[in-house]
């Protein structure tokens, strides 16, 4: 089968799973680690992707609204959110690693589809997270996501030099509050939430 129609039924079959399942992002989380250790590359990338795109936009209760305005969100939210963020990077590391080994890629090939795949799940994350928060909060809440995303990471960019260092810090304070103002709600306030919760 062409490799492109293998992604297309994959990403359609993770899509599917999804909606059929409603599963919230921490389960969506240890199924993605699981379809990645378990399976090969060429199914486990468009699984995972359409498990995710699912998640971020197919509601996962009809009782579930907008959040009001006056909602506070507070560092339990925020240490969950950067958890989210951060899983999604370890997700891309366990692809790559499954490319690099267990296919037949150039490097810059499986860099370049590693690097598809972690932005396909932390658009999704930061959907999931735009959508759970009012617009407000969203600009400080990305800057603390940012923050927290960058000492989560600081063992993996030590060895590359302060410049490299500040540079990420920089990027990650502009780049998350950024995505989660872009990542707007829709206009009608009787549109539910599409996040699957925690």
């Given at each position: ?13 993770g ?10 992002v921490?389960?969506n989380?240890w199924i ?10 060429s ?16 509601p996962?209760?009809?009782s579930?609204?907008?959040p ?15 958890l989210?963020?951060?899983a ?11 490319i ?12 370049a589809?590693?690097?598809?795949f ?15 928060v ?5 600009s ?6 940012g923050?927290i995303n ?22 990650f304070l502009v ?24």
């Open positions: 089968m062409n490799g492109s129609l293998v992604y297309l039924v994959t990403l359609l079959a899509l599917g799973f999804q909606f059929l399942s409603r599963w919230s921490t389960k989380l993605s680690l699981l379809i990645l250790v378990l399976l090969p590359p199914i486990s990338f468009g699984l995972v992707c359409g498990i995710w795109v699912g998640c971020a936009f197919i996962f209760s009809s579930i609204k907008r009001t305005n006056n909602f506070q969100v507070g560092w339990g939210e925020v240490i969950a959110y950067s989210w963020i951060f999604g990077f370890i997700l891309t590391l366990v692809y790559l690693f499954k690099k080994h267990g296919g037949n890629m150039e490097t810059g090939q499986s860099e589809l590693a690097w598809v972690l932005t396909m799940i932390e658009l999704c994350i930061c959907r999931i997270i735009a959508c759970s009012p617009s407000w909060s969203r400080a809440l990305g800057c603390r996501i923050f960058f000492l989560l990471m600081l063992y993996w960019l030590y060895p590359y030099g302060w410049f490299v260092i500040g540079l990420t810090f920089i990027t780049v998350f509050p950024l995505l989660l103002a872009w990542m707007d709600f829709p206009n009608n306030d009787s549109d539910v939430i599409v996040t699957g919760g925690r």
